[in-house]
């Protein structure tokens, strides 16, 4: 059982680059989350899906996008990169939305905007 | 801002000590929930406690919970190696689009053999 995959692993962009980093989850999950960390400031909740064609937004939205066109898919997409944007992105995933059940993680997207 | 704010930031120990992490949290909750990360991998859900329980136990952790002070903490027994990792704890917050699960910025676990 994979659980969920991110890909890519990791990824070198130039500034003003489009990007998109997929997910996949195989567990048939309601909600997905996508998360930076940065070091020193823990993870930041970027976007969240409750159900497949609803999205959120979360603390640090902004130069993020993401749609939910099915169960199993979250893309995150940079429409135009920025160095500031250079992080590790983890996307989750949740049988129930809401917080009020246990998130299942990625091995995380390391991204690095020159 | 973020929801959940674990102390230390770091603590260091040697293998058999017990360790102990704190979270503090700022507005009602649903759960609140911890989480471990070994380096370069992703979080890892280790317990999940209920507003309306107090203690709970998962083999070697115990985590209680006090939401008159707003707190949590999780204790490790006799530590190991193994349980290098940093330490996050979650909090359900709400904002204009619904609910989800805000981390703190974890606490650094080293335990040296």
């Known amino acids: 059982i994979a659980g969920i995959t991110q890909a890519p692993t990791s990824q070198i962009l130039a500034a003003g680059r489009r990007m998109t980093l997929r997910c996949t989850q195989d567990?048939?999950?309601?909600?997905m989350y996508w998360y930076r960390q940065d070091l020193g400031l823990g993870l930041r909740l970027i976007h969240y899906?409750?159900?497949?064609?609803?999205?959120g937004k979360g603390e640090v939205p902004d130069g993020y996008s993401v749609s939910r066109a099915n169960t199993d898919d979250f893309p995150l997409t940079l429409a135009s990169a920025v160095p500031s944007q250079t992080s590790v992105y983890f996307c989750?995933?949740?049988?129930?939305?809401?917080?009020?059940?246990?998130?299942?993680f990625g091995e995380g997207s390391r991204l690095t905007v020159l | 801002s973020q929801q959940g704010e674990e102390d230390p930031q770091a603590l260091s120990i040697q293998e058999g000590e017990n360790a102990t992490m704190n979270c503090s949290y700022k507005?009602?909750?649903?759960?609140l929930q911890w989480y471990r990360q070994n380096s370069g991998r992703g979080l890892v859900h280790l317990i999940l406690?209920?507003?309306?329980?107090r203690e709970k136990h998962s083999g070697r952790l115990r985590v209680t919970l006090d939401t008159s002070k707003k707190s949590s903490s999780l204790l490790i027994t006799a530590s190991r190696a193994a349980d290098t990792a940093s330490y996050f704890c979650?909090?359900?917050?709400?904002?204009?689009?619904?609910?989800?699960?805000?981390f703190g910025k974890g606490t650094t676990l080293s335990v040296s053999s």
């Open positions: 567990m048939r999950h309601n909600a």
């Open positions: 899906s409750n159900t497949a064609g609803t999205t």
């Open positions: 507005t009602s909750i649903n759960n």
């Open positions: 989750a995933s949740s049988e129930a939305s809401g917080g009020i059940g246990e998130l299942f």
């Open positions: 979650a909090t359900a917050s709400y904002n204009q689009a619904g609910t989800a699960l805000i």
């Open positions: 406690i209920r507003s309306n329980e």
